[in-house]
């Protein structure tokens, strides 16, 4: 079956007119979008062209359950082919895919692959699957945009998508129907341009015809990216100035893809542009140090892994474990803290299962101190639930607002801190390390000081993970494999790698001089590589003879050509001293020379030395050259041997003649032997003269020493007793600290559980407008996230109909007087909005305090009370008996239209008097007078109540009065009504 395809204002038989490049050379769109999606997925649709060289991937939450008609709709907004994407539908330019209903949708090769959507517990993402999906497939060459949406579906395959080398989209707030998944998205960190969708196509288009996201287009401008020249080194300086990081040994690949991306931000073309750009802006180096290190991680990430470190690394070191020591483990590019975490997790789980209880101590370490200060912190977005079970959710996390955070057990467990493996001294006594996903980036010569380091910090026994991508190389001589899928390794047992990494580390120490005496070969590592550049100068210009480079202990430090007539190996401990290494007849002539070479400071050599090798007596020429080092006072010395010629030893003594000789050259060679011997022997007489010497001089500076250790030493036992004492007054300050600590520990309980149980709106913000706290219900009413702590409450829109908020916030700040009005949110509720200063226990202002009281049902009650009062009112104008008010007091309180009309009096005359002065006190009659007062203290009422009386200005009336309580108002004291009825023209009672 063909997709569905939907065109508008074209033809139908006509082809899109698709742009003449490659089908490999243009970027592939990712779209993710959820409610309120459509409306921002038609505006950023019409506002691309027709011909914009990129292929679109819609993702969109849908009804499983019904057809979609997205396509149909989408096509009327643009003018490229919109098609629902099939499986195995190869992605072209100009087109937009859209996911059908019920499938979950991935990529590979460009070419869309769809799978059931499942109809398991877990959450539906399909967003983060498809983005992830495309980040493995196209690397840098992938955009993701995040547009409307409940949720937060999208935001960890925006990450994959960033640390691949492409480029990332979200809307804005402002713009977005539903904020859900943009807020989050934004929160997050991983998006690079925040914008309206109408604002994004000319952003996007841009970036898509940008030469970095285009290989065909780097190809023909391969001058773009020269990672040798000079202005990559000053990149690399820029950086290491800023972070104190060196990336100059950082994969090639890794440094273009990154430096790429920022320059396609930055809209620059060429490398010198960029470099101008970061010597004018730190906030760009800073951005370019944080995409370098940038990683994606998480909980139990190759869970299958955790579950093997369980049933067969744990054991081992639980059973290698001495009794009390804390299990010790090292995660080495911790990054945000989530594989250490996962790590301590597993752990525990392993320990309780086998009941046994032990303290453990985890050491996450990163380069980037952003993500150790994330780590540090232990909270993590809700989105964690796809990776967590429902039971580790449950047991090793506290849901706070906006996410989880890691229970204080767990976190106690935990150290966190900055480290360059590279720079900075390793850890010890490991049982465990896990540096996973960081090698892959660090070239041979990092990964040859790395792995020493690892060796170095673990225990005998101790285990090394890496990632999947990641091997030991060349380093099989210090781990075996114990697992070769999942990349585990145990530790050999070695001297020499240990030692020179104590000595790289040492060798901080002594930059300024010589190094100490005593440390011996293994402290030269740090310039071998000058002295072996120096050694074959002088060794091509004697024809490469065969030789050794010792330095001044006789120790060797390289072997240089065939040696073996000249050195063996003895029995019994190894070593590489020269004079025990050297074969019969050369030891003391090497001592001999060795010394004069030292004295004179030039070459020394002696010829026709004999010396016995495999039954043959050799006869060779020995040279000692001393080898000077800039900035470096130890001597070395390369000792060349050059084979002149090979005399059998005789078998038989028959012929005279040939004895003689030979007797002649054996006294000859004892001689010579004898001359040197006795040269030796005056040399270590001069050298043992001047060795007395020095140890008179040392023994005379050990006795002064010797004096001042003793006042040393009384000193130290006063200071030891002002220590004790000291150490006793700590002891006191500790347990006040403890008491506080728990004091302090009950008021924060008692105040989460407080803000948790008020469900009332409190915002507290500091002295500069920044958000401090808040209570639960706040989160709703003024639409706050987790990670809006620490923000400007400007950088974020309260959902308050009140756009003068902060005036008001700065005006309580100066007046210190406390401000309340009523307010509306955007849907209409009523609120009571009360700012107040925020007062130190010192009486100190440190912010406001902003409480919502919700007024709405009071305000509708109110609004029903005045209404009901305003009908009552208008009933009672527009009768025609006259009608009066009266009050406890029997005063008139008001009085309708009809009874100013009858008696022709006014208002001003009529309330606020007694009924019985009213109209020239026609109503001052016992008999009413003793009624009217029943009325209210007894709840009585009176009809037909007939009087007879000359009103001024009337004549004389006749009329008929009722009276009633009227049931009073809360807190309002009762009123009587009082009709009255004109009866003059029927004088008479029926």
């Known amino acids: 079956m063909k997709p569905r395809a939907s065109r508008a204002k074209r033809p139908p038989s006509s082809a899109p007119q698709v742009r003449r490049t490659p089908a490999a050379s243009f970027p592939v769109v990712g779209i993710g979008a959820s409610a309120g999606g459509l409306e921002a997925v038609t505006s950023l649709l019409k506002s691309l062209p027709a011909e914009t060289g990129m292929g679109f991937v819609l993702v969109q939450h849908l009804d499983p359950a019904h057809e979609s008609a997205l396509t149909t709709l989408l096509s009327r907004t643009t003018r490229m082919t919109v098609l629902e994407a099939q499986d195995g539908l190869l992605v072209q330019p100009d087109h937009v895919y859209v996911i059908p209903p019920n499938k979950k949708m991935g990529i590979e090769q460009r070419t869309l692959r769809l799978l059931p959507r499942g109809n398991g517990g877990a959450l539906h993402t399909p967003v983060d699957y498809f983005f992830r999906a495309l980040a493995a497939d196209q690397g840098g060459q992938s955009i993701g945009i995040v547009l409307s949406g409940t949720g937060s579906d999208g935001t960890l395959g925006l990450e994959e998508i960033k640390a691949a080398g492409g480029i990332t989209f979200v809307q804005d707030e402002a713009s977005a129907k539903y904020v859900g998944m943009p807020s989050n998205a934004g929160a997050s960190g991983c998006a690079d341009y925040i914008l309206p969708p109408d604002q994004m196509a000319a952003e996007l288009i841009r970036v898509g015809h940008h030469p970095h996201l285009i290989p065909e287009q780097k190809a023909e401008k391969d001058g773009l990216l020269p990672m040798e020249g000079d202005d990559f080194k000053q990149i690399c300086a820029l950086l290491r100035a800023h972070s104190g990081v060196d990336f100059t040994h950082y994969k090639p690949a890794t440094l273009r893809r990154r430096i790429s991306r920022r320059m396609v931000l930055q809209k620059l073309d060429t490398l010198k542009e960029y470099a101008a ?81 032990c303290p453990v101590q985890l050491f996450g370490t990163d380069i980037n101190e952003s993500v150790v200060s994330r780590a540090r912190t232990g909270l ?471 409480t919502l009281q919700d007024i709405d049902a009071m305000k509708c009650t109110l609004a029903q009370v005045e209404a009901a009062r305003s009908y009552a009112e208008a009933i009672v104008a527009t009768v025609r008996e006259p009608l009066l008010i009266l009050d406890g007091d029997l005063r008139v309180k008001t009085a309708n239209q009809s009874f100013y009309s009858l008696f022709r009096t006014t208002p001003s005359s009529t309330q606020g008097r007694f009924i019985y002065d009213v109209g020239d006190r026609a109503w001052d009659i016992p008999q009413l007078r003793e009624l009217l007062e029943k009325i209210l203290p007894e709840k009585s009422t009176f009809q037909d109540f007939r009087i007879q009386h000359d009103f001024p200005g009337i004549g004389r009336k006749t009329m008929l009065l009722n009276a009633r309580r009227l049931a009073p108002e809360p807190g309002q004291p009762p009123q009587i009504l009082l009709a009255l009825e004109d009866v003059t023209a029927n004088p008479d009672p029926p």
């Open 380 to 850: 993590y977005p809700e989105r964690i639930k796809d990776d967590l079970s429902a039971e580790r959710l449950r047991k090793h996390f506290t849901k706070v607002d906006g996410g989880y955070r890691i229970n204080k057990v767990i976190r106690d467990q935990c150290m966190f801190a900055r480290q360059n493996l590279v720079e900075d001294p390793p850890f010890s006594h490991m049982d465990l390390i896990t540096c996973r996903n960081v090698l892959i980036y660090f070239d041979a010569a990092l990964q040859k000081k790395v792995f020493p380091v690892f060796h170095y910090a673990l225990k005998p026994h101790g285990c090394l993970v890496l990632g999947t991508a990641e091997s030991i190389g060349g380093f099989a001589d210090l781990f075996a494999i114990t697992d070769s899928k999942f990349r585990i390794y145990e530790k050999k047992f070695t001297h020499s790698r240990n030692s020179r990494v104590l000595a790289r580390f040492s060798a901080v120490q002594s930059k300024a001089g010589s190094l100490p005496q005593g440390l011996g070969r293994n402290l030269v590592e740090p310039v071998l590589g000058d002295i072996r550049k120096q050694a074959d100068a002088v060794v091509l210009s004697q024809f490469a003879p065969a030789g050794v480079v010792v330095n001044a202990s006789m120790e060797i430090l390289q072997f240089r050509g065939r040696t073996g007539p000249f050195l063996e190996n003895n029995p019994g401990e190894a070593s590489l001293n020269l004079l025990k290494m050297a074969r019969q007849g050369l030891a003391v002539e090497l001592r001999s020379l060795i010394a004069k070479a030292t004295k004179q400071k030039r070459h020394a050599e002696k010829s026709d030395i004999q010396v016995r090798y495999e039954g043959r007596m050799l006869t060779v020429n020995v040279k000692v050259i001393p080898l000077l080092m800039p900035n470096f006072s130890e001597l070395f010395f390369l000792v060349l041997f050059e084979e002149v010629s090979a005399v059998s030893v005789p078998a038989s003594r028959k012929s005279q003649p040939l004895r003689s000789t030979v007797v002649q050259r054996e006294l000859e060679q004892l001689r010579d032997e004898l001359d040197a011997t006795k040269l030796s022997l005056q040399n270590i007489i001069e050298e043992q003269d001047a060795s007395n010497e020095e140890l008179r001089a040392a023994n005379e500076e050990i006795l002064s020493s010797n004096e001042e250790l003793q006042s040393t030493n009384e000193e130290m036992e006063t200071a030891t007793e002002e220590l004790q004492s000291t150490n006793e007054e700590l002891v006191t300050l500790n347990d006040e600290l403890q008491t506080r600590n728990v004091e302090l520990q009950e008021l924060s309980d008692d105040m989460g559980n407080l803000f948790s149980s008020v469900d009332i709106p409190i915002l507290m913000l500091s002295n500069d407008l920044c958000i401090r706290r808040y209570t639960p219900r706040a989160v709703k009413v003024l639409n706050l996230i987790a990670a809006d702590v620490g923000r400007p409450i400007s950088d974020f829109k309260i959902k308050l109909n009140l756009p003068n908020l902060q005036d008001l916030i700065l005006l309580v700040l100066e007046t210190l007087n406390v401000k309340e009005l009523e307010v509306q949110d955007f849907d209409g509720r009523w609120y009571s909005l009360r700012i107040r200063p925020y007062r130190t226990a010192d009486n100190r202002i440190n912010g406001v305090v902003l």
């Open 277 to 357: 750009c970061l010597r004018s802006s730190p906030a760009e180096v800073e951005a370019l140090f944080q995409d370098i290190l940038i990683c994606v991680t998480g909980f139990f990430r190759d869970a299958k892994m955790f579950d093997l470190l369980k049933k067969k690394i744990f054991p081992k070191i639980l059973k290698n474990r001495q009794d009390d020591a804390p299990i010790r483990l090292w995660v080495a590019g911790c990054s945000t803290g989530e594989e250490a975490y996962s790590l301590v997790i597993a752990l525990v789980e392993f320990l309780e299962k086998v009941g046994v209880r």
